[in-house]
């Protein structure tokens, strides 16, 4: 089992950046894919980023392409999201999720098993 740990989020004006931070605790950490997904309020949590135990892969949504860059480091447990040139639409809590399957990179919420409590961006206009 692993247990995840979000910081990072903050308010932040349109075209800044921040790096959220996902701290994993638990067993092997490079055994786990990781991603990052978001929730606005009212609607569904969507797939944001994912990447790969050893980090050799990566996936991303389509609207954030070019702007944010998921990485890793296993010696530190940890994963980052990297967002930069931010929008008003990428507003949400973000949690970061894992699951024992290394190379799976689903985008499907329901293909991981361990889950953040969440750090929120606000990003103003």
């Known amino acids: 089992q692993v247990q995840l740990a979000e910081s990072g989020g903050g308010l932040v004006q349109a075209g800044g950046s921040l790096r959220l931070s996902c701290a994993a605790s638990?067993?092997?950490?490079?055994?786990?894919?990781v991603a990052w997904f978001r929730q606005a309020p009212g609607t569904e949590r969507e797939f944001v980023a994912a990447?790969?135990?050893?980090?050799?892969?990566?996936r991303y949504t389509d609207s954030v392409k070019g702007r944010f860059t998921i990485s890793r480091d296993n010696a530190k447990n940890k994963v980052y999201l990297q967002m930069n040139s931010l929008k008003p639409e990428d507003t949400a809590a973000y949690y970061c999720a894992a699951n024992g399957r290394k190379l799976v990179l689903t985008r499907d919420r329901y293909g991981y098993d361990y889950w953040g409590q969440g750090t929120q961006v606000t990003v103003s206009s």
């Open positions: 990447i790969s135990g050893i980090g050799g892969l990566t």
């Open positions: 638990g067993r092997t950490f490079s055994d786990y894919a």
